[in-house]
């Protein structure tokens, strides 16, 4: 399981932020991973990396001061089982962010992919273009009518896709526009603050059919904003992307550590 939620505003100036983006990863907690840095090979990429064997080099969410960046999700749905035999979802990012595609181009070879044969199991796909906070949606699954762009100033994405929100989500939503409303820079730390204490929310949204149905014997734990389900599975990293109108760029990423205390990193960098 894991959550996102977007602010976007393509008139931003020097005082107020173009993009703000708050996500949490939900893992197992030993799944081996390396914390956000810069790529040595792609040193204009930023992001965690995935070191599962058989996966290495995914990630969940990165961005590249070329102006792009990327989350995926995982999707749930009785109709799409998980396949071991499967590609890794990660590398869906990297391959993003490294190449000169446009996000409609990159979404419609994915959409044609997936339909000659789903070599990946089921995600949701979000881009983003940092330059002009357009965002573009792809849900892998079966059915999928293909690439969406998201127009709405407020997205909140969880792991049933954009069509069929659990509660969480939707008052997710409705938390994260009263965090950004009146954000601007000079209050930055406070916003990070803001956004990082509502990532660690642990408020239970129910009853909730749409997650029961999808998770039966889960959805009372996977309820809340920040996950935890005893020792082995939950939240265990809070991502936050600023963008300014002046195209200055601050991200964030708190990890859970194996002695389960957090480390927190902080990058700022520009746009090219």
């Known amino acids: 399981m894991c959550i996102l939620f977007i602010y976007r505003n393509s008139d931003a100036d020097a005082n107020s932020y173009r993009l703000i983006v708050a ?84 979404l419609d070879k994915l959409h044609r992919e997936n339909v000659n ?28 009518t293909g ?30 526009k009263r965090i950004v409303k009146n954000a601007d820079i000079t209050n930055q730390n406070n916003l990070i603050e803001e956004l990082v204490n509502f990532l660690k929310s642990k408020k239970r949204y129910l009853p909730d059919p749409e997650l029961q149905e999808r998770s039966p014997t889960r959805y009372k734990e996977l309820s809340s904003i920040f996950v935890s389900i005893g020792k082995e599975y939950g939240t265990r990293t809070h991502s936050i992307l600023l963008v300014d109108g002046m195209n200055r760029v601050i991200f964030v990423e708190e990890t859970l550590m194996p002695d389960f205390t957090w480390k927190r990193q902080q990058f700022k960098t520009n746009l090219m």
């Not at 999700?73 to 391959?95: V, Y």
């Not at 789903?118 to 699954?141: D, E, G, T």
């Open 147 to 176: 690439p969406i762009m998201c127009n709405s100033d407020i997205i909140g994405i969880g792991n049933s896709g954009l069509d069929r929100p659990y509660k969480k989500v939707e008052a997710g939503k409705e938390e994260f």
């Open 117 to 144: 044969g789903q070599p990946y199991n089921p995600y949701c796909l979000i881009l983003l273009n940092l330059y002009n906070a357009n965002v573009h949606y792809l849900n892998s699954c079966i059915g999928s």
């Open 23 to 106: 996500s949490n990863r939900d893992e197992m907690y030993k799944r081996p991973t390396l914390s956000a840095h810069y790529w040595d090979q792609y040193p204009d990429c930023l992001g965690g990396i995935d070191m599962e064997p058989g996966k290495e080099g995914g990630t969940w969410l990165a961005l590249s001061t070329k102006g792009k960046a990327a989350v995926t999700l995982n999707f749930i749905n009785n109709r799409c089982a998980i396949d071991a035999s499967k590609k890794g979802r990660g590398p869906l990012i990297t391959n993003f962010i490294t190449s000169n595609d446009s996000m409609e181009l990159y």
